[in-house]
Structures are given as structure tokens and as C-alpha cells.
């Protein structure tokens, strides 16, 4: 899933469990999740290098 | 601040009475707790009790070591027989602790004198011990000001004199943080080490139970007797000549409010000055520190209070509520990315520490804000008063390296700031004989705070 399709996808949930408040929490969120699925830390199917976190110890 | 050092002294010279000491702290909370709203639970009687008994042991020649008769408070999220754990919440009206926490055991064990529970941050979940059941705790330097969190009642009772000692709970930095704005010591053990049973839980997999002391050797007393070794005396200071300190300044020295980075430059300065060796690392990841842990904390914190979310959540302040909410929302993949960005973060502070004895680093970017402030200046502009109390601190509680934060002397303005010293993991004692050495340079007091006050 997309940050955001997430996002949407929250905020409608919100809304509808009449927490609208949440919005801006949940904006605050979808940044932090950005930087993290950003960070270089993480792996994925197409890498050319497969190896456990521990393997690419800094 | 009288420090346990010096009471244990005088009380076996027969200069002092737990009693004494006791009704001192009594008498401190009853002239001050109203304005400052420390404690959610005074336990004068069972102190008064505990005391007697204490000069009793004494008289008849039973030692049960260093913090035999001496006051402590405990945050009120850790179970005490017969007492409740409210964790100054509505949700938990009600409830009466059934047993002791093995951490209240052995201070029992001990012969420590518990004088009460202290007011916190909501389910430990903030930095300022605004939201809370109880209102909002004051900073004892200015009661305007917050006294940190989450653990800010445990911060101003030992600040204020209505203990010698306070246990409290760090999960992203509530041990370090009211310690460094209300001018103690505290500690944070290694992850593990000391037991969380007994413990309304943030999160599981980081939350540590560590002492708010007036020194680095009270602190050093207290740690051992919450593991269950009550008679350890302090251990002996690293010598200075050829320490070995690593400054991460990326990142850590970036935002830093101008008279907090004077101090911490200051008591760098002091530090080589008494033969130091200062040198400066990196933490490669250190920009995502902050994503990692916030998607750790958010999950455990949520996975632990869906049920009460659904079923009354009139009972959290609005504030908490919300944050716990937003981590009802996290996605299991970016919750494994921040496990997988936790194993990198602790290897990058392991290599730091491969050829350092300590990291040193200020524990806050920022004096005690205002209470009610959302926002603060900082550097160069206004930054979140949550993110910003959390900033320094938060990775040692997703890697679990052991962490000290020692009084840096205060500002202009006449408030505490503090300096951090990190250590390796499962060497928690290592990190107390470089805080020992380390500690005069970096308050600046060449004599033993505490040593030469009373009462």
C-alpha cells in the first residue's frame, strides 16, 4: 500500500469513528513512515544483494 | 540535596535518624506538593512506620546497606502492594496493585522508605508530565515551566527534597529528561537489565526502570539494589588521564538551544582539560532515529491499550488518547522496516563505542519549556516541544546501551541543564565509574554535590 492511499484510507477511518482530530496526528505519521521506507536499511525483492541486516553491519 | 552517600554516613555515625530525615521529606511534601503536584499518593504513615523500624535495625546492629532508612518516591505506574497504580490515568481508577514489583521488593529489602508515588505523563506516553489525571507537574526551579517526562513527578521530588531518590521509567528518554531539566542524575540501564514486571508498559521491548538521584554514586547504589544487590558500595572512578569520550555531533549538536550547547561545550572543555581524550564519531542513521522509534513505540503502545481505546476512551486526556490512536494505525511492514532500522542503529553505536570508553552528547536540546507550550525556539526556528525533548535521547532506548545524564550546571536564567554519557550495552557498572570520573568536569563542582548540606 502507498503512503498515500494509506493516509487516505486512515483519515476516511477517522472520520467515520468520528475522530477527526486524528487527521494532523496521522499527517505527522505519514512523514515519519516516508523517512523510514526512504531509510537505506531497507531491503527488497529486486536487490542484487541478499543478506540479513546483521550481514550489512555499518 | 542531601545525598544517599551522606545520609548513609552520618545515620551509622548516629548523627541523623531515618526518622528524621523522613519527617523532613514529609514536611517538604506537605509544604510544597500543592504547588507543585509531585505526588499522586503521600504514604506518610507507612513512611513514618518504615522509618522506625529502620532506627530500630540500626540500634540492634542490622545493616542492610546503603539505602537502609533512606526516603525514596516511586513513579506512579509501578506496583506497590495495596496501594493503586494509576499511572495518572482515569482508565485506571480502581485498581489496588495485588503485589509488590520485584523493583519494589528489593528496595524494600534493602531497608529503603518509600514516601510515596509520583505524578507522570499519562501512561508514560510524553515528555512533559502535562497530561496527566492529576494536572500538570512544575519544574521545583520554575513553576512555570514543566519538569519533564515522563517521569516528571519522580524529577522534582528528588529536586525539591521530598526525597533522596526516585524510581522512574525511561522509554524514549523519561528518566534522562526530567533529570536534566530539574538538575539530577539519572540513569537508564542496559535493556533487561533491571526487571519491568510490575509495570504498566509503553513498550515492552523499550521501556527501562532507572533512579533520579542527587549524584552518579546515589545512583549507582540504587541501580544495584532494584537488581537485588542492596550491599554494593559505588564503584571506583575510571581514571580521568586517557579516558576515552566520542562526541556524535552530527545530528546530536545540530539543534541546540544556544546556553544548553555553552554548557555542554563548557564541560567538554573541563573534561579535556582533566585529561580526556575528546574525540568526535557518526551515527550513519542517525536521521532515522526518530521514524524507527516512533513506529516501535506506537505499536506496542497501541497493541497494549486497544481494548480500553474501544471501551472508554472519555478516560485519557485528549492529547494521549490521539497518539495512542495513531499507532492503531501503523502498518505491520513499516513497523518490521523499523526492526530492521533498530539492528542498524545498535551495531552503529556498538562501533562508536569499539574504541571509546563513554558517547557525550547534551541529554536535551533545550532548557524546562514553558507548560502549555506546543512549539519552542530552537536553533533557528520553532520545533515540536515532543520531538525536541526526545531528540538525543531516544536511540539509546531502541539500542539499549545504558545512559547517564549528569547535571551540566545551570543556565543564565538559573535552570538545569544536562549531559549525557552512553556506554556500552550489558556494561551498565563501566558506565558508572566513567559518569564518577567525569562527573565534577561536567557540573563543574569540584566537591561532592549534597556533601556538605543537610536536612
Known amino acids: ?58 | 540535596m542531601m545525598t544517599i552517600e551522606e545520609f548513609s554516613r552520618r545515620l551509622r555515625a548516629g548523627e541523623i535518624t531515618s526518622t528524621q530525615v523522613t519527617e523532613e521529606c514529609l514536611r517538604r511534601i506537605d509544604a510544597d506538593n500543592a504547588r507543585l503536584n509531585v505526588f499522586t499518593l503521600v504514604m506518610a504513615d507507612e513512611a513514618r512506620r518504615r522509618a522506625r523500624e529502620a532506627d530500630k535495625e540500626v540500634a540492634s546492629g542490622t545493616d542492610r546497606g546503603p539505602l537502609h532508612g533512606v526516603p525514596i518516591s516511586i513513579k506512579d505506574i509501578i506496583d506497590i502492594r495495596g496501594v493503586p497504580t494509576t499511572a495518572s490515568s482515569r482508565v485506571r481508577e480502581g485498581h489496588v496493585a495485588e503485589r509488590d514489583a520485584p523493583v519494589i521488593a528489593h528496595l524494600r529489602q534493602a531497608g529503603a522508605v518509600l514516601v510515596g508515588k509520583t505524578n507522570l505523563h499519562e501512561f508514560a506516553f510524553g515528555t512533559t508530565s502535562e497530561d496527566s489525571a492529576f494536572g500538570a507537574v512544575k519544574n521545583p526551579h520554575d513553576p512555570g515551566r514543566s519538569a519533564g517526562g515522563s517521569s516528571g513527578g519522580s524529577g522534582a521530588s528528588v529536586a525539591a527534597g521530598m526525597a533522596l531518590a526516585s524510581i522512574g521509567t525511561d522509554t524514549g528518554g523519561s528518566v534522562r529528561i526530567p533529570a536534566g531539566v530539574c538538575g539530577t542524575v539519572g540513569l537508564k540501564p542496559t535493556l533487561g537489565e533491571v526487571s519491568i514486571d510490575g509495570v504498566v508498559p509503553l513498550s515492552r521491548t523499550m521501556d527501562h526502570v532507572g533512579p533520579l538521584t542527587a549524584s552518579v554514586a546515589d545512583a549507582s547504589l540504587v541501580y544495584h539494589a532494584l537488581l537485588g544487590d542492596a550491599r554494593t558500595a559505588p564503584p571506583v572512578p575510571m581514571p580521568m588521564h586517557g579516558l576515552r569520550l566520542a562526541v556524535p555531533r552530527k545530528y546530536f549538536c545540530d539543534l541546540l538551544d544556544d546556553e544548553v550547547r555553552a554548557r555542554f561545550d563548557a564541560a567538554l572543555d573541563r573534561l579535556r582539560a582533566a585529561g580526556a581524550h575528546v574525540d568526535e564519531i557518526e551515527i550513519r542513521h542517525a536521521a532515522d532515529i526518530a521514524p524507527v522509534y516512533l513506529h516501535i513505540v506506537l505499536s506496542d503502545a497501541a497493541a497494549y491499550h486497544a481494548h480500553t481505546l474501544e471501551t472508554m476512551p472519555d478516560r485519557y486526556t485528549p492529547a494521549v488518547r490521539l497518539r495512542l490512536e495513531m499507532g492503531r494505525y501503523v502498518m505491520a511492514e513499516d513497523y518490521v522496516r523499523a526492526l530492521a532500522g533498530r539492528e542498524v542503529l545498535a551495531r552503529e553505536v556498538d562501533a562508536a563505542l569499539a574504541q571509546h570508553d563513554a558517547l557525550v552528547l547534551p541529554t536535551l536540546p533545550i532548557v524546562a519549556p514553558p507548560i502549555g507550550a506546543a512549539t519552542v525556539e530552537v536553533g533557528r526556528g520553532r520545533e515540536p516541544v515532543r520531538n525536541v525533548m526526545l531528540r538525543l535521547t531516544q536511540l539509546f532506548n531502541v539500542t539499549g546501551h545504558p545512559a547517564v545524564s549528569i547535571p551540566a550546571g545551570p543556565t543564565s536564567s538559573g535552570l538545569p541543564c544536562g549531559v549525557q554519557l552512553v556506554g556500552c550495552r550489558h556494561q551498565t557498572d563501566v558506565l558508572l565509574k566513567v559518569a564518577l570520573a567525569c562527573e565534577p568536569q561536567i557540573t563543574g563542582v569540584s566537591v561532592p554535590r549534597g556533601g556538605t548540606s543537610g536536612g
Open chain 1, 1 to 58: 500500500m502507498t503512503i498515500d492511499a494509506w493516509l487516505q484510507a486512515a483519515i476516511a477511518d477517522a472520520e467515520r469513528r468520528g475522530l477527526p482530530d486524528l487527521k494532523p496526528v496521522l499527517e505527522t505519521l505519514a512523514k515519519a513512515t516516508t523517512a523510514l521506507r526512504a531509510a537505506d536499511f531497507n531491503q527488497s525483492a529486486v536487490d542484487s544483494r541478499q543478506s540479513s541486516v546483521e550481514g550489512r553491519r555499518p
